[in-house]
């Protein structure tokens, strides 16, 4: 017999092979992570910080008999509102999409909703902001200026603490009537944003892509009626009317009816506030009105949903509002009670919580009941997240 002799170098590439065959059979197989890891794993991801040893205890406790209540247990983290919901919101109040950028009116009303359970299909026409309380912060809620909140931010006020941080109306800042408020559309962050200079229509397709998931590449139709396409949309562009046929009218022809709603609405740069002008169209309405004298020439501030009818009637507009109305507030109302809206909220969610999109017939599923739940239960976004996190963190 033999005497076998192991080199160093042999023995090596053995341990390699050997842990290459167990990281792979990890891979493989799914990780059943118990009801401990199950429930730090939800805190993690909901509050962004780990949770203390007696949180972490009640957490497991229910993960078994009541996920949900775990989940609402890690919600109560001052770091889901002050971390996590502002994270989730910022990117919506910037032309670029960034998270980087300081709190403000916006992000605040969506944290404060969030945090009240707040009928959020209201999120785009209510008399709404969030403010902090009693001086908590030396610079008061503002029509022209973004102090309050970045001061909230900088002290690292709790967010979660509604004697800290509380509603009341965004007519009483920003000095415009009730009626002409529409959420987070009139709020200064989306005014700065959106209303300045232009022709209002990116107030209009920023809001489309945050709050109904799609953009406007998305909603290109061409055989809806093109009667109130602006004047400004050359129906030649560069000589050749079939550029306009067969791709501007696609866009134009569903927006262009929509963004009526925003025709007494303008950001003042040098004010730094938004600008409400009833019964005066501002004057933007009319810039390159010259293109195309026989088009739509805006005279009020009516609107109208051409979307209702043919291929984007899948957006689920409610069948109860009439689809026209006068303002920013009422067109809220049509976009936040339709199902994308409902939809895109829960995308949201999805993302942030899961880290990923739905991906398989189980995502789905979930997905759709938790789109279904939030619609039936006057829109609470709470109950979304814990409902996603559940979901998740089973898997």
């Known amino acids: 017999m033999k005497n076998r002799t ?31 890891e199950q429930a730090k794993r939800m805190h993690d991801r909901l509050a962004g910080v780990p949770p203390s040893e007696s949180i972490l205890a009640q957490m497991e406790a229910l993960m078994a008999s009541n996920p949900q209540a775990a989940a609402y247990i890690a919600m109560d983290d001052t770091s889901f509102y002050n971390v996590t919901l502002k994270n989730f919101a910022a990117p919506w109040t910037n032309e670029a999409q960034s998270v980087f950028v300081p709190m403000n009116d916006y992000i605040a009303t969506v944290i404060g909703m ?17 403010v902090g309380i009693g001086g908590v912060v030396n610079a008061a809620p503002s029509a022209t200026s973004n102090a309050h909140y970045e001061q909230l931010e ?10 800290l941080f509380a509603g009341t ?15 987070i559309i009139t709020s200064r962050a989306a ?3 959106f209303f300045v200079a232009g022709t209002n229509r990116a107030m209009f397709r920023f809001t489309l892509l945050n709050h109904m998931c799609n953009d406007m590449e998305q909603m290109h139709d061409t055989r809806l009626v093109p009667d109130r396409i602006r004047q400004d949309v050359s129906r030649s562009p560069g000589g050749d009317s079939r550029l306009f046929l067969n791709s501007c009218i696609g866009c134009h022809t569903g927006m262009d009816p929509l963004t009526g709603a925003f025709a007494y609405y303008d ?5 730094q506030r938004l600008v409400y002008t009833p ?6 309405y009319f810039n390159n009105d010259l293109n195309f004298p026989q088009g739509f020439r805006t005279t009020d501030d009516s609107w109208e949903n051409y979307w209702r009818e043919g291929q984007n009637a899948y957006l689920g507009f409610d069948a109860s509002l009439p689809g026209t109305g006068n303002g920013a507030k009422s067109m809220g109302q049509e976009l936040g009670n339709s199902y994308a809206f409902a939809a895109c909220q829960v995308k949201k969610v999805f993302r942030t919580v899961c880290l990923r999109d739905a991906e398989n017939q189980t995502d789905r599923d979930t997905f759709d009941a938790i789109v279904a739940t939030f619609r039936n239960s006057n829109y609470r976004m ?9 979901h998740c963190m089973g898997q």
Do not use: C, H
């Open 267 to 271: 950001y003042d740069e040098t004010a």
């Open 169 to 183: 109306s965004q007519s009483s800042i920003q000095g415009i009537p009730s009626t002409a408020t529409a959420g």
């Open 154 to 163: 900088a002290n690292n006020v709790d967010l979660s603490d509604a004697a």
């Open 6 to 36: 192991w080199t160093k170098t042999g023995l090596t590439g053995l341990m390699r092979i050997f842990l290459a065959t167990l990281l792979a059979a990890a891979i493989a197989l799914p990780a059943q992570a118990g009801p401990r």
């Open 279 to 284: 019964g005066t169209v501002q004057p933007k």
């Open 191 to 193: 005014s700065e944003a």
């Open 114 to 130: 969030i945090r009240d359970d707040v009928d959020f299909s209201t999120l785009l026409s209510a008399d709404l902001t969030y």
């Open 382 to 390: 709470k109950q979304v997240f814990a409902d996603t996190a559940v």
